[in-house]
């Protein structure tokens, strides 16, 4: 698969015509990630935190729960951070 960059994607121009050729040339260079990819990452995330539920506490669960939650949380942090940019 092959990476996507703000320059494959269609913009809008009006936002470039204070900047710099240098920093429109740093921000084509910015990979992205389609939002949908996150989304499923994340409710994988919580599908697997749920069937882990009534193990909580469990051994052999050994963290995998928190593990989930982790992944969740990062992903969800990131995909706010990046709208509000």
């Not at 900047?19 to 939002?35: F, G």
């Not at 990819?37 to 506490?57: D, F, Q, R, S, T």
């Amino acid at each position: 698969m092959s990476r996507v960059t703000i320059d494959n994607i269609q913009h809008d121009a009006s936002g470039l015509d204070n900047m710099s050729w240098a920093e429109i040339t740093e921000l084509y260079q910015i990979e992205v990630v389609p939002r949908k990819m996150v989304e499923m990452i994340i409710a994988k995330c919580k599908k697997n935190e749920e069937a882990l539920l009534p193990y909580y506490g469990e051994p052999f669960e050994d963290g995998a729960d928190s593990a989930y939650t982790d992944i969740r949380n990062y992903a969800e942090s990131l995909l706010k951070q990046f709208e509000e940019e």
